[in-house]
């Protein structure tokens, strides 16, 4: 039952209110002054504080401030006489949920205090959303307790109640598909179908078939009717990834349907309402592909109604050993195999690494390790090769001192770059094309590099 605190100096008021709002069904509490309202919402939380605006004492925006303060999730309605409707809008300002001008009708005060529990209720849900992502390392299949993965939790479970559309962005392999498959799962049709499609797989002549379907007869090879995702996805979720791949007509055609509610197969006569949750990813940047006039305005804005952006990996660190637990237990158990963990050594590597390819590639590198290694830990021995050299180049770059008096940068770097063209040649036994693939450069480069530094058979001598 939703709890009411009174606050009025005039006891005719308090009755009045409290009989009007009793009958309502409420539990309510009355206080004659702002000072004793503080105190009782010390001793217990209400979901709305019904305030006078002008009391003898403290004053009602007083009790507006200090509520707000106390109790961030109780709302204030604030009540006054006509004259000093004014001040009631400041309290608007401040935070008052709404006012009720003096005299009021029944009708009003009901309607306004429905209002405001609506209100208080999300709030409380709200924070008890917040409370309980706080404490959570995961959200559905994403993995991830760094405080931006946190604020996507919370996000995705307040969308997930909408029946909005979304646009997921995000790098390659940061985790689109997991969001959209935690957004479907979170909302009220996440016992229907997820159908997922990948746009940019798809030939461009079958897109409309796929999507929509087609009847018997509408092509040559279409020997017989087909359902297209969209109706397969009904009472789902439709999720259309690398949205920006679709072509021009297909984008035309697809905004009708997310503005119609309809659809219509190919070679079709009729329009066959859908009712599909619609979750879009990209990891294209469409604004700019709207400025270049490859992805159509309206229907950008009809996807993005609520923006998701997923971060790279680089930019959360701290999810990494939480990462790397969650998926070396899922490949041991997939290749059968048992791990102590990664290795102290091996851990540094992977924490200091940029992840181009985001959680998938760190995944990739785990797999990797789980099946190469046979002691009881991870270790180095089983990273690929890029991410060794990585690191050889930071321990190098990192071993550099920049001496009192300064250095000069180029003939620092032309003096290593000499030493290790000598050195690959030597190794190479004086084969150039052999020491330009040492060194990850083409022949013609080599070729270049030896004139540059003036490279003679005579540097080749030990
Ligand atoms: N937060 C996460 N926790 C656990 N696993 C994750 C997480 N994010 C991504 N993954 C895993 O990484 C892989 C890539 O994720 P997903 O396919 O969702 O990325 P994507 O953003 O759709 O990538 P792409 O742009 O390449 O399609 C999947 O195997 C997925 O299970
Ligand atoms: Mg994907």
């Known amino acids: 039952m939703a709890k009411i605190l009174i606050v009025d100096d005039e006891l005719s008021m308090r009755e009045f ?32 504080v019904l305030t006078d605006l002008k009391m003898s004492g403290m004053s009602g925006l007083d009790v507006l401030r200090q509520v707000s303060d106390r109790s961030p999730g109780t709302q204030v309605i604030m009540m006054t006489a006509y004259a000093t409707a004014e001040t009631a809008i400041s309290a608007l300002k401040q935070g008052a949920y709404d006012y009720l001008t003096k005299p009021f009708k029944v009708d009003a005060v009901k309607v306004v205090m429905e209002k405001a529990i609506e209100k208080a209720e999300l709030v409380k849900e709200n924070f008890k959303l917040k409370r309980q992502i706080a ?43 997991l969001g959209a498959r935690a957004i479907h799962k979170r909302s009220s049709c996440g016992e229907g179908p997820f159908v997922p499609v990948n746009c940019g797989a798809i030939p461009a002549e079958l897109i409309e078939s796929e999507l929509f379907g087609h009847v018997k007869g509408a092509f040559t090879s279409a020997n017989r009717d087909k359902m297209g995702l969209f109706q397969a996805a009904h009472g789902g979720s439709l999720f259309l990834d690398e949205v920006g791949e679709l072509p021009m007509v297909m984008q035309v055609k697809l905004l009708r349907v997310l503005q119609e509610k309809k659809v219509k197969r190919v070679g079709g006569l009729h329009e066959e309402s859908v009712d599909t949750r619609i979750i879009a990813a990209t990891n294209r940047d469409l604004r700019q592909m709207v400025e270049d006039g490859t992805f159509r305005e309206d229907l950008y804005y009809r996807l993005n109604v609520i923006q998701l952006d997923i971060p790279p990996l680089r930019e959360r660190r701290e999810d990494i050993p939480l990462l790397v ?106 084969v150039r094309k052999q020491a330009a693939e040492t060194l990850g450069i083409s022949f013609r480069s080599m070729r270049y590099r030896l004139d540059k530094y003036n490279i003679s058979e005579k540097d080749l001598e030990l």
């Open 17 to 48: 209110l409290g009989i009007l709002l009793r009958k309502q069904g409420y539990e309510v509490t009355s206080v004659s002054s702002g000072e004793e309202a503080v105190a009782q919402v010390d001793r217990e939380f209400y979901d709305v």
């Open 135 to 177: 404490e959570q390392n995961r959200f559905e299949e994403l993995v991830g307790k760094s405080s931006v993965m946190k604020r996507l939790y919370e996000l995705i479970a307040r969308v997930a109640q909408t029946k909005a559309t979304i646009l997921i962005t995000g790098e390659s392999g940061t985790g689109k598909e």
């Open 325 to 430: 637990q969650h998926f070396i237990r899922k490949y041991c158990s997939e290749h059968g195999k048992a791990f102590e963990g990664v290795d102290e050594e091996a851990m540094k590597i992977l924490l200091n690494y940029p992840y181009p390819g985001n959680i998938r590639e760190l995944e990739n590198i785990i797999e990797r390790m789980v099946t190469l290694e046979t002691g009881e830990w991870l270790t180095k021995e089983g990273l690929p090769y890029h991410m060794m050299q990585e690191q050889s180049f930071n321990s190098l770059a990192d071993d550099l001192e920049i001496p009192e008096e300064g250095l000069d940068l180029e003939r620092m770097v032309e003096r290593l770059e000499r030493n290790l063209l000598v050195k690959a040649l030597r190794k190479t036994g004086g």
